[in-house]
């Protein structure tokens, strides 16, 4: 993995820190044009991967980039499944069977519905495969060596302790995608010690690491121990807390750990583009 | 370690469940549903105790407490065994349909003297919490208007078809969104006891409200205003805030910022005047286990140190749901 990955919350609306900026996001990143100008931007400075959610605006990306492939040589997406929101959303108002019928491809899901419920109830797996090749579709194509799953999804399963689950998606990510499966965690220590005994060896995990234990389940300390002592590959997100912190002393903090292999981090201006890759190529 | 059970696998009850059976003092020993289809997915993946028939499973296993995640219209008859059984109650929002089985349910509770805590999380978020002590503290003087609004792209397309569809089973943005707005109204300024000029409206729904817009009047005297509107798609997910004016100023609140402006400084808060931004890194409640945010498991570690320590919960008891409820009642009665 490169040492920097150029995320996408800032095109999204996501802003943890001020409902307010995020509104500002979203009339900003309005058109898709406007985010392919900040991934050049970003790429101009060197940054040569995009971690992104499987949210349908991306599908617009994808296209860009195989369009324009001579241009996009080299460049490679981390996809990040699911865009959860959609199926929250759905979920409440359509309940678990609706949503599944909702986002489970049609003729797919008629395959389903002739052995109704009883086959579905048989093939929780086969359903988890197709939803990823769902979600992967728009990828096709294009370079996508590492695929994550979402903290809702990876942090559902760790709570619900179905571990099993992680198996059967890190044998399927590898076989089908040839891809390395990675997870994206608010509980990186609890999901490090459950994928390890499922003998899953140097995992990729993304969770949040900064210096004032933002977001950091358990506490700061704990997840300094692992960081030291555990034998996996960090990826380090909301290294600034949400903002609370100086990009200076944030990325100093995670120079601390050798073990860190890439930090994640989101920017809509050239400038703190470069400050921050900068900034992140100094210290790790 | 203490034995829980849940009962109702939808979004919130799988939520739930997982913070549940995160919890390092929480030993969760079953989980009841009706769908086949969710209960053969733990059947095969975990080694949780499965129930379709939750009468059963109070009966069959030795419960401290239940967490009760079913629609609405399903919780007084659930909540009423579980609480006969001396069992522990956390009971998802809106409380009851009925404020008469609320009533019914504060008594029971506290006849048994059982732990009774509800699902409106949003008192568990850090810059909510920061807010009630400001305004406790008179930060704003005498209080002349607030606001209370929520919004988000819950029903953004014409369709119906779930219990969430009906209004007679507590499916409409009131009983869902609007509650939580309400509850917050209520427990950080003040409890309403007047509703005026109420319009709820249909967007996309049929039978049921997409949004609610109603002027509030509290006990105090103060009145304000409650602006919801679930089929709002300019927010990516539920977004709710609350907005006091005082003759000192004014705050604004929601779950990721806390917004003041004094017109004249506050030493003892440390506040000058003009505006003075903080922010939920400074509030957040540290959790040891985190899903959809921090409330979500400190409401549940509240209401397991409630249990463990046999003392009555100090947010979101029963009574306080059941008010909210009350709330409601006024507000559809002002409505017709």
């Excluded at chain 1, 997406?77 to 049609?106: D, F």
């Excluded at chain 1, 609370?244 to 890439?262: D, M, N, T, V």
């Excluded at chain 2, 009533?103 to 919490?129: C, P, W, Y």
Aim: with cysteine.
């Amino acid at each position: 993995m490169e040492k920097v990955l150029f995320g996408d919350n800032q095109f999204f609306a996501v802003n943890h820190l001020s409902d307010e900026k995020s509104r500002a996001q979203s009339i900003r990143f309005k058109d898709d044009a406007s985010i392919i100008r900040v991934l050049d931007q970003s790429r101009e400075e060197g940054i040569q991967t995009f971690m992104c959610t499987t949210h349908d605006r991306i599908a617009s990306v994808c296209k860009h980039i195989l369009e324009n492939k001579e241009a996009y040589e080299g460049y490679k997406i981390y996809p990040c499944m699911p865009y959860a929101h959609k199926y929250a959303n759905a979920v409440t108002e359509l309940g678990i069977m609706g949503t599944i019928k909702q986002y489970v491809p049609g003729n797919l899901f008629g395959t389903f519905a002739k052995g109704g419920v009883a086959f579905l109830s048989k093939d929780f797996l086969k359903l988890m495969q197709i939803l990823i090749d769902a979600e992967m579709k728009m990828f096709k194509g294009i370079d996508t060596p590492v695929i994550f799953i979402q903290n809702v999804i990876v942090d559902l399963i760790l709570g619900l302790k179905l571990y099993d689950v992680f198996a059967e998606y890190h044998a399927y990510v590898k076989k089908k995608y040839n891809a390395e499966p990675g997870y994206i965690t608010m509980n990186m220590p609890a999901l490090f010690d459950v994928l390890d005994s499922l003998g899953i060896k140097n995992p990729v995990i993304c969770s949040s690491i900064n210096k004032i234990g933002f977001r950091m389940s358990g506490g700061i300390e704990i997840y300094e121990k692992y960081l030291e002592e555990k034998e996996f590959r960090p990826v380090a997100m909301q290294v600034l807390a949400a903002g609370a912190l100086r990009p200076k002393e944030a990325i100093e903090y995670l120079g601390r750990f050798k073990r860190i292999e890439s930090v994640l981090f989101g920017a809509s201006s050239r400038s703190h583009i470069k400050e921050t890759k900068d900034l992140i190529l100094e210290y790790l | 370690m203490i034995k829980g059970a849940i009962i109702g696998l939808g979004k919130m009850g799988i939520s739930h469940a997982a913070i549940v059976g995160a919890h390092p003092e929480v030993d969760m020993v079953a989980l009841c549903d009706t769908s086949s289809l969710v209960l053969s997915g733990f059947k095969k993946f975990s080694k949780v105790k499965t129930y379709s028939d939750y009468q059963k499973m109070i009966d069959n296993e030795e419960l401290d407490f239940v967490v009760i995640a079913t629609p609405t219209k399903f919780h007084y008859p659930m909540v009423k065994y579980a609480l006969e059984k001396n069992i522990n109650v956390f009971c998802e929002k809106p409380f009851m349909l009925k404020t008469s089985e609320g009533d019914e349910m504060v008594e029971l509770a506290k006849s048994k003297g059982l732990v009774n805590q509800v699902g409106f999380h949003n008192h568990f978020i850090g810059t909510f919490r920061e807010l009630k002590r400001l305004l406790d503290a008179k930060v704003l003087g005498d209080l002349v208007h607030f606001s209370g609004e929520a919004y988000g792209p819950v029903v953004t397309k014409e369709k119906g078809g779930t219990w969430r569809s009906n209004a007679e089973e507590g499916g409409g943005c009131l009983f869902d969104y609007a509650s939580h707005v309400i509850n917050l109204v209520q427990e950080i300024i003040g409890r309403p006891t007047k509703a005026r000029g109420t319009l709820l409206k249909s967007i996309y729904s049929k039978g049921v409200e997409d949004a609610v817009y109603s002027l509030l009047e509290l006990e105090s005297g103060l009145t304000g205003t409650l602006l919801v509107n679930w089929s709002d798609e300019t927010y990516r997910k539920m977004s709710t805030s609350l907005m006091i004016q005082g003759k000192n100023g004014k705050i604004i609140c929601d779950a990721t910022e806390i917004k003041i402006y004094l017109k004249e400084e506050v030493p003892a808060e440390k506040l000058g005047k003009g505006w003075t931004i903080k922010y939920i890194t400074d509030f957040a409640i540290p959790v040891d286990f985190y899903l959809r945010g921090e409330e979500y498991s400190a409401q549940i570690d509240h209401f397991v140190e409630s249990v463990k320590s046999k003392k009555m919960a100090s947010y979101n008891t029963f009574e306080q749901a059941n008010y909210t409820d009350v709330v409601i009642d006024m507000i559809i009665e002002n409505s017709k």
